[in-house]
Antibody
Framework: QVQLVESGGGVVQPGGSLRLSCAAS????????MHWVRQAPDKGLEWVAY????????HYVDSVKGRCTISRDNSKNTLYLQMNSLRVDDTAIYYC????????????WGQGTLVTVSS | DIHLTQSPSFLSASVGDRVTITCRAS??????LAWYQQRPGKAPKLLIY???TLQSGVPSRFSGSGSGAEFTLTINSLQPEDSATYYCQQLSIYPLTFGGGTKVEI
């Protein structure tokens, strides 16, 4: 059974930093690309970042470029999102997500971790 | 960036109805489109990928169609558990983008 468990969310002041983690189990983590997707309170979904299975390729939404870094440790079956210079509009639930075999569509989602940026 | 426009943004229907949700892309995306269902307080769930491929375990009353820049999610014989918000997502070009969502009320 695929499991994705996010952690690392919390309350942070504007300009602060957080590192989100996503512990994966139930599948061969090193074989799959992974995404981060966020959802602001009572808003729609926004794709944030993608990393290829071996970390060789990464993509970001423009609003986080230069502030966030997606990475992974395949030896620990863990995905990360380092978030710096946080802004109020980064407030959201952050989901990690696994792709379908051979594609980029999101097959499995974690339950999310809430990031609140507030002074 | 590719913009996705979903319509309608809200619909109210009855059990047993057939409902259709449309997703229009600002440019052609071939068949690189997915549909997700999100129930309140829950993570999204994949329904359809590659425009019309039903994800394993998803009831057959859900179907996807379309190509190029216009796509449709159809729910046949609507059930009470289908009350949710539905999102399309394009996976043709980065940055990936989602539609604004369609809330289905039963």
């Amino acid at each position: 059974q695929v499991q994705l468990v996010e952690s690392g969310g919390g309350v942070v002041q504007p300009g602060g930093s957080l590192r989100l983690s996503c512990a994966a189990s139930g599948f061969a983590f090193s074989n799959y690309g992974m995404h981060w997707v966020r959802q602001a309170p009572d808003k729609g979904l926004e794709w944030v970042a993608y990393i290829h299975n071996d970390g060789s390729d990464k993509h970001y939404v423009d609003s986080v470029k230069g502030r966030c870094t997606i990475s992974r440790d395949n030896s620990k079956n863990t995905l990360y999102l380092q978030m710096n210079s946080l802004r109020v509009d980064d407030t959201a639930i952050y989901y990690c997500a696994k792709v379908v075999p051979g594609g980029h569509d999101i097959e499995w989602w974690g339950q999310g971790t809430l990031v609140t940026v507030s002074s | 960036d590719i913009h996705l426009t979903q319509s309608p943004s809200f619909l109210s229907a009855s059990v047993g109805d057939r409902v259709t949700i449309t997703c229009r892309a600002s440019q052609g995306i071939n068949n690189f489109l997915a549909w997700y269902q999100q129930r309140p307080g829950k993570a999204p769930k994949l329904l359809i990928y590659a425009a019309f491929t039903l994800q394993s375990g998803v009831p057959s009353r859900f179907s996807g169609s379309g190509s190029g820049a216009e796509f449709t999610l159809t729910i046949n014989s609507l059930q009470p558990e289908d009350s949710a918000t539905y999102y399309c997502q394009q996976l043709s070009i980065y940055p990936l983008t989602f539609g604004g969502g369609t809330k289905v009320e039963i």
